[in-house]
């Protein structure tokens, strides 16, 4: 038997355990960004944390969209999109793009010729073409290969155990 340090537990990971799994999963601290494509119905966004950065040669990330969400078919069938990773005083961007997909109002953009929204004054924008899209049980991974990136100085938004965490 494992020596358990106190208020540990273990569990075995099935359906019924998912309050606990989803606790494990979200004991990962990680930055927030917003993802944005040309979606059907237009312009639009989601706040995601399951970006990851995947392969320098080529340049791809990843990140990965619920199946369960109304936004997840625009972002599988996008061709292009756009991550943003958010600094520690744009959490307001986060909260507006958990909720609405398409609330740009106040949200400063550059010039979009994809029509694939860019926010401006983000710590970090990856503009990606569409790489690779794997199904992933509840999720779908959509890959991108980078074929722009701005980076900027500031300190980054983190998410962990349900909800944000001072830097
Ligand atoms: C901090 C945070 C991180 C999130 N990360 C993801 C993610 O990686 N993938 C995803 O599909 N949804 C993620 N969501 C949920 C979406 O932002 C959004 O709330 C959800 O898609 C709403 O459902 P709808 O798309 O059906 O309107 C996250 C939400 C929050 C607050």
């Given at each position: 038997m494992v020596d358990q340090p106190k208020g540990s537990s273990h569990l075995t990971p099935s359906a019924e355990n998912g309050p606990e799994l989803r606790k494990a999963f979200g004991q990962f601290a990680t930055g927030v960004t917003i993802v944005t494509c040309n979606g059907t119905n237009g312009p639009m966004g989601i706040t995601a944390n399951s970006f990851t950065s995947v392969s320098m040669d080529p340049p791809l990330i990843l990140w990965s969209a619920a199946?369960?969400?109304?936004r997840h078919d625009s972002f599988t069938g996008a061709e292009y999109f756009a991550i943003h990773v958010l600094k520690q005083e744009q959490k307001s961007f986060c909260e507006i793009f958990s909720k609405d997909s398409?609330?740009?109002?106040g949200v400063e953009l550059h010039p979009c010729p994809k029509n694939v929204p860019l926010i401006k004054n983000v710590l970090a924008r990856f503009e990606c073409v569409t790489y690779a899209i794997h199904d992933a049980g509840d999720h779908t991974l959509i890959l991108g290969r980078l074929t722009a990136v701005m980076v900027s100085e500031g300190k980054p938004l983190i998410f962990s155990q349900g909800k944000f965490q001072d830097v």
């Amino acid at each position: 038997m494992v020596d358990q340090p106190k208020g540990s537990s273990h569990l075995t990971p099935s359906a019924e355990n998912g309050p606990e799994l989803r606790k494990a999963f979200g004991q990962f601290a990680t930055g927030v960004t917003i993802v944005t494509c040309n979606g059907t119905n237009g312009p639009m966004g989601i706040t995601a944390n399951s970006f990851t950065s995947v392969s320098m040669d080529p340049p791809l990330i990843l990140w990965s969209a619920a199946k369960s969400s109304l936004r997840h078919d625009s972002f599988t069938g996008a061709e292009y999109f756009a991550i943003h990773v958010l600094k520690q005083e744009q959490k307001s961007f986060c909260e507006i793009f958990s909720k609405d997909s398409y609330d740009f109002d106040g949200v400063e953009l550059h010039p979009c010729p994809k029509n694939v929204p860019l926010i401006k004054n983000v710590l970090a924008r990856f503009e990606c073409v569409t790489y690779a899209i794997h199904d992933a049980g509840d999720h779908t991974l959509i890959l991108g290969r980078l074929t722009a990136v701005m980076v900027s100085e500031g300190k980054p938004l983190i998410f962990s155990q349900g909800k944000f965490q001072d830097v």
